[in-house]
């Protein structure tokens, strides 16, 4: 088959589409034929050689994809020989097939496209299991993300809306800011014009702050993501943009009785991964199948081209998901 191969740490250069060998599926795995998949910045890193597969994980980049079941393990038991899926992958995306733990599979949405549920996985799990439970984001709450126009953000405005919430979102342009609108979203703040924080107080009742946030972004805004949480808040960390290393005036966390959390998805164990997975097909597929959640794809590109669209993803100009199609 064919595949992405990182042929030294560096720059999008570094990747080349190389023949290789399929991989051999486990007893209790899925060997997908992959229709697409999707990008994650997770996956500069890894071409960095900053974000290392998990020991026996497959070494190609690529987080989440779609398509179509090509052979089952002996223990596998829900999916047969052409079903139409897409699944949360620790790695092996970016080829032409991919194999993958039964519990981490999911059915492709009635009514969505195989090609655009390769959008899904990746941000529907993490959103699902950072937002909703372990931070319990419940109905009307109010609730922050940022990077509202990424790939997670989007998704994270969609289904928060759908569970009720009111929110808040950060982007850097007034374009992104209008695409966090039309998604839904209730207070848009641009970051590089506005005090987030500012603004939160000033939409939030008697300027308390909100209950969740979902944060890319670490430690340039530690504190002030704790500046602006409500009583009983909870701030939940994915990602290190700004680095990770800070300082913190800890009375704010005793005095409003704040909760900070992080997590990385893609180290987790597999029992791990397949309760999460199975968590979003039953609380987020139906929001996706009643089309209250939608995927939103900035633009698709050969696998050929995965150079490019790794620049376009460090670019930060997209909306959206960007994918690869082999």
């Known amino acids: 088959m064919k595949a992405v191969v990182i042929t ?21 795995e899925v060997l997908i034929r992959v229709s ?15 974000f290392p597969p998990p020991p026996g994980s497959s070494t190609y980049l690529g987080l989440e994809c779609a398509g179509v079941v090509e052979a089952v393990g002996k223990n596998v038991s829900r999916w047969r020989i052409g079903d139409q899926v897409c699944a949360l992958l620790s790695g092996g995306g ?15 949405p009635p009514g969505i496209s195989v090609t655009d549920a390769a959008s899904l996985p990746e941000v529907a799990c993490t959103v699902w299991s950072t937002v909703f439970m372990r931070s319990r984001l419940s109905a009307g709450e109010t609730f922050l993300v940022h990077g509202g126009s990424s790939g997670i953000g989007i998704f994270a405005i969609q289904i928060a809306k759908y569970h009720g919430a009111r929110v808040f979102v950060t ?5 992104k ?3 966090c609108k039309d998604l839904g979203a209730d207070v ?21 702050g909100v209950d969740v946030i979902l944060d890319c972004v670490g430690a340039s805004y530690f504190q002030r993501n704790l500046d602006c949480l409500n009583f009983d808040g909870r701030l939940f960390i994915i990602g290190f943009l700004s680095g990770v290393v800070t300082q913190v005036d800890l009375r704010g966390l005793l005095a409003k009785r704040l909760t900070v959390q992080a997590a990385g998805l893609r180290y987790s164990s597999s029992e791990n991964k397949a309760a999460i997975v199975k968590e979003v097909e039953q609380n987020v597929w139906p929001a996706v199948t009643e089309g209250k959640v939608k995927p939103v794809v900035h633009k698709c590109f050969p696998l050929s081209e995965a ?4 620049r376009l993803i460090e670019s930060s100009k997209h909306i959206g998901k960007i994918l690869l199609l082999p």
């Open 8 to 28: 030294s740490e560096g720059g999008p250069e570094v990747l080349r589409i190389q023949e290789v060998g399929d991989p051999e599926i486990k007893e209790d």
């Open 36 to 50: 697409a998949s999707a990008l994650n910045l997770g996956d500069t890193y890894q071409r960095k050689g900053l």
């Open 94 to 108: 970016y080829a032409e097939k991919v194999a993958v733990p039964e519990g981490q599979v999911l059915p492709v």
């Open 171 to 175: 982007a850097g342009s007034e374009e």
């Open 177 to 179: 800011l209008a695409a």
């Open 188 to 208: 848009c703040i641009n970051y590089k014009t506005e005090d987030f924080v500012a603004r939160v107080k000033e939409e939030t009742e008697q300027k308390a």
């Open 307 to 310: 150079v490019e669209a790794h």
